[in-house]
């Protein structure tokens, strides 16, 4: 991959959103940060991302029906879903391949690995 991955965050939470730019941005990613699925789902139509990570839990569209909306669009596109909860109705059984769970908060090195591992 010539250009560094370009990320989309998505988190109802400003903070996390900053907190993971500024984060990810030093390990060389390019990072849009949005608080909702709508914007999202918007800003995608414009934008390919190599990767998306997303809240499962947010008003309006939840993280799980947009991390399968942004599958549908872009098979194969890297996810990570992140979860203030170790048990939640929103987390698949069985989450799909090139996806995984982080709970909050998340371990920024676990979440650099898991990104690059998938867009090598």
């Keep these: 991959m010539k250009h560094p991955p370009r990320i989309l965050i998505v988190d109802d939470d400003p903070e996390i959103g900053r907190m993971l730019t500024r984060s990810l941005a030093r390990?060389?990613?390019?990072?849009?940060?949005?608080?909702?699925?709508?914007?999202?789902?918007?800003?995608?139509?414009?934008?390919?991302?190599?990767?998306?990570?997303?809240?499962?839990?947010?008003?309006?569209?939840?993280?799980?029906?947009?991390?399968?909306?942004?599958?549908?669009?872009?098979?194969?596109?890297?996810?990570?879903?992140?979860?203030?909860?170790?048990?939640?109705?929103?987390i698949p059984d069985e989450v799909?391949?090139?996806?995984?769970?982080f709970t909050k908060p998340v371990i920024i090195q676990e979440l650099v690995d898991f990104l690059k591992a998938e867009l090598e």
Excluded: C, N, W
């Design 27 to 90: 390990h060389g990613f390019e990072v849009d940060a949005l608080t909702s699925a709508e914007e999202a789902l918007g800003k995608a139509e414009a934008t390919p991302y190599d990767a998306a990570v997303v809240d499962l839990v947010m008003p309006g569209m939840d993280g799980a029906g947009l991390a399968q909306e942004l599958r549908r669009r872009t098979p194969g596109l890297p996810i990570g879903l992140l979860t203030g909860y170790t048990h939640s109705p929103l």
């Design 96 to 101: 799909p391949s090139g996806t995984r769970v």
